[in-house]
Structures are given as C-alpha cells and as structure tokens.
C-alpha cells in the first residue's frame, strides 16, 4: 500500500465489517479504512465470520475478500451474495487478486445491483482512490474495477457489437460507477450528448423501460455477461 501523508477530508462516519485472511493485509486495510472515515466494527477471516460480523454489528459497508478459508475458491463471495439477499441496502465491495469475471457478475446480480462494488486488490494502493470508490458505492454507486473493464473490451461480443465505438466508450464508464456529468467531463462532451449515448445503449441492449439506475446496472450486467459468454 502506498502511503499518502496529506489529511483525508472530513467525511460523515460509515461503521465497515472488513474480512481478509490476510493477516498483514487485514490490518493495513484497518488503519487505510479508518483514516479515510470507515470505523472498522469487525475484522474477520472467513466467510461464516463475515456474516455474523453483519448480522451482529449492521455496518453500512463490507469490505471483503473473495477467496477466504477454509477452501479458498469463493467463500467470501457467497457470503457477501448471501448478506446482499437478506439486506439489498448493503454497500458490498469486493476484493479479488486476479480478474474473474462471474464473479463480478454474481455480486451485481444481487441485491438490486445498486451498492456494490468488484476491485482488484492492486487498487487498494491508492488509499484515496480506494477511499473515494468506497465511498461512491455506500452512496448507491456500481463500481467495477477498470482493469476488469479493459480486459472485457478487448474481447468482441453480441449485443455489443451493435455499439459504436463512442456507446462502448460510455458503457466502459458506466461500468464503472461514473454518472452523466461525469462521463461528459472525461470524454469533453454535453451532458445532453451523454444522455443520448446511454440512452441508445440501452435502446440496443434491449433494456425495457424502467428506473433509470436500475436500467444502468441492467447495463453493465448485460455488458458483463455478454463477454462471459
């Protein structure tokens, strides 16, 4: 982890249940967590911890591992799903060594896919950007590691493929937690020219009309699935 020395901003406290198995790691992401406004409640190792970390403590936030003991394939996974289905108003991140695809898929399945995030551990080295995408997923964001993003992109894939190249631009940012306003800055374009791309993504991803969040992470998920197939 890189350490950063300026002061984190004053932010409004969000109690966080942090499972890694990692010793060292574990508790290095304890005092990234709580400098940047994330009160660790519990720090656990396994999955069957995890959930009655929640289940004791209900944290606004979970931090967690997805390959935990006591097999190491995806423990913390189906506990953080299984913690998503009892309370879909659970901000859920989670952290995995190496891209794996379903199981991005599995986590923005649950729940109603608003609130969750997939990150590569190596992400965890910017302790603001960590920070920052922590806090955008407990404000309802869907965040899914750039990396995973470029990967995925690199592939070719129907429905995608009816996607001009600037709708695939829109979408990789969609997928990764951007609003409107935002994607309109980092691409030097209107709002209004943003809103007519998101709109034809989901207009050709055959997204039927519905809350307009929802439709997003329906977007991402359809985008995710289609390179899975």
Avoid at 97 to 106: F, G, I, K, P, R
Avoid at 118 to 137: I, T, W
Avoid at 171 to 191: C, F, P, Q, T
């Amino acid at each position: 982890m890189r350490s950063d020395s300026r002061e984190p901003d004053a932010v409004t406290p969000v109690p966080t249940v942090l499972a890694e198995d990692g010793v060292l790691l574990r508790e290095g992401l304890v005092g990234v967590l709580e400098r940047f406004g994330f009160p660790v409640v519990a720090a656990v190792e396994d999955g069957d911890a995890l959930v009655e970390a929640v289940t004791e403590h209900r944290p606004r936030l979970v931090v967690t591992d997805i390959r935990m003991p006591p097999d190491f394939t995806d423990e913390g996974l189906r506990a953080a799903v299984r913690l998503r289905k009892a309370d879909p108003g659970l901000a859920v991140v989670a952290l995995s060594q190496y891209v794996e695809l379903s199981y991005a898929t599995d986590l923005l399945d649950s729940g109603d896919g608003k609130g969750v995030g997939y990150l590569l551990k190596q992400r965890v080295g910017d302790v603001r950007e960590f920070a920052s995408v922590l806090r955008r997923v407990v404000e309802g964001a869907t965040f899914v590691d750039p990396e995973v993003v470029r990967q995925l992109l690199r592939r070719s894939s129907d429905p995608l493929e009816r996607l001009t190249a600037r709708e695939r631009q829109v979408l990789e940012l969609m997928a990764e937690g951007h609003s409107n306003g935002a994607i309109a800055r980092k691409l030097v374009v209107s709002d209004a020219a943003v809103g007519k791309h998101v709109g034809n993504i989901l207009a050709k991803l055959d997204l039927p009309p519905d809350d307009d969040v929802h439709r997003r992470v329906q977007a991402v998920l359809a985008f995710l699935r289609a390179q899975a197939d």
